[in-house]
Nanobody, 124 residues
Framework: EVQLVESGGGLVQAGGSLRLSCATSGFTFGNGAIGWFRQAPGKEREGISCVTPGDGTTYYADSVKGRFTISSDNSKNTVYLQMNSLKPEDTAVYYC?????????????????WGQGTQVTISS
């Protein structure tokens, strides 16, 4: 059974940083892709970043490019999202997702497995 567990969310002031973690189990880490999505109240789920751990290819949405960094620790089957220069508009529930194929996936429907989400709140 594939499981994804996010952690690291919280409340920080604008300009601050957080690092989210997505620990995976039961998933062939090196042959897949892990993405990060976020969903704010009343808005659609937004794909913000993706990594293919096998070769390290990454993707960032324009809304987070230059501020967020995705990375993977293949020895721990864990993906991280380092979020810097946070803004109030980054407030959302953040989800990680996995697909068992090594391609950069940016749309929610492309993913097979999802974590439970972690709340990120940025105060102004």
């Amino acid at each position: 059974e594939v499981q994804l567990v996010e952690s690291g969310g919280g409340l920080v002031q604008a300009g601050g940083s957080l690092r989210l973690s997505c620990a995976t189990s039961g998933f062939t880490f090196g042959n897949g892709a892990i993405g990060w999505f976020r969903q704010a109240p009343g808005k659609e789920r937004e794909g913000i970043s993706c990594v293919t751990p096998g070769d390290g290819t990454t993707y960032y949405a324009d809304s987070v490019k230059g501020r967020f960094t995705i990375s993977s620790d293949n020895s721990k089957n864990t993906v991280y999202l380092q979020m810097n220069s946070l803004k109030p508009e980054d407030t959302a529930v953040y989800y990680c997702a996995a697909v068992p194929a090594p391609f950069i996936a940016t749309m929610a429907y492309e993913y097979n497995y999802w974590g439970q989400g972690t709340q990120v709140t940025i105060s102004s």
